[in-house]
């Protein structure tokens, strides 16, 4: 370890990245169900693995509008931190 290493100071790319982290998984587990074969046949070719890869674009598309809602409310000037039902 150097002696001249110090904490990095957090910024808004580490609160908010800009790579998406559910929609790279989601196409990391795409490729490997198309790459993966078993029985003669890639695995996203089974129901199984389709139904897990349709719950997770589900859940993506899910986190990505309600990220849309909250900064739309921030640019707006509205509490958006937790919605009451």
Known sequence: MRSSWRPRR????DRCPRRRPCQGCLD???SYAKGRHAFG?????????QFKIA????????????YYA?????LRGEPF???RR
């Open 10 to 13: 957090r910024t808004y790319r």
């Open 70 to 74: 909250a900064a739309s409310k921030m």
């Open 81 to 83: 931190k937790r919605e």
């Open 41 to 49: 046949q890639p695995i996203g070719s089974y129901q199984a693995i």
């Open 55 to 66: 719950d997770m674009e589900v859940r993506t598309h899910t986190a990505r509008l309600a």
């Open 28 to 30: 990391e587990s795409l």
